[in-house]
């Protein structure tokens, strides 16, 4: 298995019940005692993401017990069914002092689910609680399963490091992880991988640290193959959707959605485009040195792309034309500028071809780039064959004053003050 379907919630089932040794006494008889028929009732109505106010309805049982049985059976969902304030207040008073893979179980729901709810609530946690036998259980399947690291940190609600960190002490070893890669190394790599670091501050670090010094070519794909980065489609939920919108409107980090909810970097940016959060972000240009985009510096781009040649457009607006192409082509803006040649422009073309002028001196002259005016006289059958330029640079009235009758020569004529361009 390379990657889980989106409804994953555990890859086994645990804990499992404990194999019968010896005879088995009579159970006495209890009242209150679970029926076949209310155990299938409850299984199928938690897998048809029926919500627990209405299991204990259909019931007529209380909703603690309702809910400790959904957790004995094992049942976990991706439910999308809003949370109750009976939840929000449970998940208050619980989080941070158990395992979320327990709450998560407790309220058969995801474990990025209870942490996309713990966000909105604005629920902090403590020291991490010990492992849980169904983590433990969930981290041995992944590995057997050769599933990324990062989806099993994801599906079990812990971070990247800390599983790493927890297989390693397990004595687990990964079947992605390179044959010359010791375990000390994969979880320190996906520890600093975690942190935010690039490729190469990662292999400097672990060059320090005494570990071989790796190929960036050869990191990369090896850190990917651990699961660093990879996510598998989940669809987003509401709650998700309140702490993007809510980090793009406060100027936030975006680094726990991608730590805590499995997001790749790509998801987050679509889903902020899909809500239309682009470009609202107080870090929204991120290592970018240059000035943040106000919203009338797009405005007047708008209105002043394909007026002007860039190189003016540049000046004008202060940035480069790099910048420039950049933002206009995020916006979807057409240049479309192509500055005519005025009949000045032409006539002093033919007049420096007749006379002997430089072909550059006639593209500084006019100020135009030289591969356009050569392509414009090679176009009108002006060739201009390999002239010396002079030393003081010619103004388009001087040229045009060489032929003031307009008649032209046949014959190159000898210009005062030029330089030979074949001698060094």
């Given at each position: 298995?390379?990657?889980?379907?989106?409804?994953?919630?555990?890859?086994?089932?645990?804990?499992?019940?404990?194999?019968?040794?010896?005879?088995?006494?009579?159970?006495?008889?209890?009242?209150?005692?679970?029926?076949?028929?209310?155990?299938?009732?409850?299984?199928?109505?938690?897998?048809?993401?029926?919500?627990?106010?209405?299991?204990?309805?259909?019931?007529?049982?209380?909703?603690?017990?309702?809910?400790?049985?959904?957790?004995?059976?094992?049942?976990?969902?991706?439910?999308?069914?809003?949370?109750?304030?009976?939840?929000?207040?449970?998940?208050?008073?619980?989080?941070?002092?158990?395992?979320?893979a327990d709450?998560?179980?407790?309220?058969?729901?995801?474990?990025?689910?209870?942490?996309?709810?713990?966000?909105?609530?604005?629920?902090?946690?403590?020291?991490?609680?010990k492992w849980?036998?169904?983590?433990?259980?969930?981290?041995?399947?992944?590995?057997?399963?050769?599933?990324?690291?990062?989806?099993?940190?994801?599906?079990?609600?812990?971070?990247?490091?800390?599983?790493?960190?927890?297989?390693?002490?397990?004595?687990?070893?990964?079947?992605?992880?390179?044959?010359?890669?010791?375990?000390?190394?994969?979880?320190?790599?996906?520890?600093?991988?975690?942190?935010?670091?690039?490729?190469?501050?990662?292999?400097?670090?672990?060059?320090?640290?005494?570990?071989?010094?790796?190929?960036?070519?050869?990191?990369?794909?090896?850190?990917?193959?651990?699961?660093?980065?990879?996510?598998?489609?989940?669809?987003?939920?509401?709650?998700?959707?309140?702490?993007?919108?809510?980090?793009?409107?406060?100027?936030?980090?975006?680094?726990?959605?991608?730590?805590?909810?499995?997001?790749?970097?790509?998801?987050?940016?679509?889903?902020?485009?899909?809500?239309?959060?682009?470009?609202?972000?107080?870090?929204?240009?991120?290592?970018?040195?240059?000035?943040?985009?106000?919203?009338?510096?797009?405005?007047?781009?708008?209105?002043?792309?394909?007026?002007?040649?860039?190189?003016?457009?540049?000046?004008?607006?202060?940035?480069?034309?790099?910048?420039?192409?950049?933002?206009?082509?995020?916006?979807?803006?057409?240049?479309?500028?192509?500055?005519?040649?005025?009949?000045?422009?032409?006539?002093?073309?033919?007049?420096?071809?007749?006379?002997?002028?430089?072909?550059?001196?006639?593209?500084?002259?006019?100020?135009?780039?030289?591969?356009?005016?050569?392509?414009?006289?090679?176009?009108?059958?002006?060739?201009?064959?390999?002239?010396?330029?002079?030393?003081?640079?010619w103004t388009?009235?001087?040229?045009?004053?060489?032929?003031?009758?307009?008649?032209?020569?046949?014959?190159?004529?000898?210009?005062?003050?030029?330089?030979?361009?074949?001698?060094?």
């Open positions: 298995m390379t990657d889980l379907a989106p409804d994953i919630v555990e890859l086994v089932a645990c804990p499992t019940l404990p194999e019968p040794c010896g005879r088995l006494r009579e159970m006495p008889f209890r009242h209150d005692a679970w029926t076949p028929d209310e155990i299938a009732t409850v299984e199928r109505m938690f897998r048809d993401d029926a919500a627990i106010d209405d299991i204990v309805a259909a019931l007529g049982r209380g909703r603690a017990g309702v809910r400790d049985k959904i957790a004995k059976l094992g049942l976990r969902r991706n439910s999308s069914r809003p949370w109750s304030t009976d939840e929000d207040a449970w998940l208050t008073r619980e989080y941070g002092l158990r395992p979320t709450l998560a179980g407790d309220l058969g729901r995801a474990c990025t689910s209870v942490y996309a709810r713990a966000g909105v609530l604005g629920l902090t946690e403590g020291n991490p609680p849980s036998d169904w983590e433990d259980a969930q981290l041995r399947a992944g590995y057997a399963q050769a599933i990324p690291i990062a989806q099993i940190a994801t599906l079990i609600g812990r971070p990247l490091s800390g599983t790493a960190t927890r297989a390693n002490a397990l004595g687990l070893r990964h079947p992605n992880k390179p044959a010359d890669w010791t375990e000390a190394e994969a979880t320190r790599a996906l520890t600093l991988a975690g942190e935010g670091l690039r490729y190469i501050a990662i292999i400097d670090i672990l060059a320090t640290e005494g570990f071989p010094r790796r190929t960036k070519a050869g990191f990369g794909p090896h850190l990917r193959k651990l699961g660093y980065g990879r996510g598998w489609g989940r669809n987003w939920t509401p709650d998700e959707d309140t702490l993007l919108i809510r980090a793009y409107a406060d100027g936030a980090s975006l680094t726990p959605l991608t730590t805590r909810l499995g997001r790749t970097k790509c998801s987050i940016r679509w889903r902020a485009d899909y809500l239309g959060l682009r470009g609202t972000h107080a870090n929204r240009d991120g290592f970018r040195g240059g000035p943040v985009w106000s919203d009338n510096d797009l405005e007047r781009l708008r209105d002043l792309y394909g007026t002007m040649p860039m190189d003016a457009l540049a000046t004008k607006m202060g940035r480069t034309k790099a910048s420039l192409f950049t933002r206009a082509n995020i916006l979807g803006l057409v240049h479309g500028y192509h500055r005519k040649w005025t009949e000045e422009e032409i006539r002093a073309l033919r007049i420096a071809h007749d006379f002997g002028v430089a072909l550059p001196d006639v593209a500084a002259a006019i100020g135009r780039k030289y591969p356009a005016v050569h392509k414009y006289a090679e176009k009108h059958e002006l060739r201009f064959s390999r002239r010396p330029r002079r030393a003081a640079p388009l009235a001087e040229i045009i004053a060489l032929d003031p009758s307009g008649t032209g020569v046949t014959d190159h004529v000898a210009i005062p003050g030029t330089i030979d361009e074949e001698k060094p």
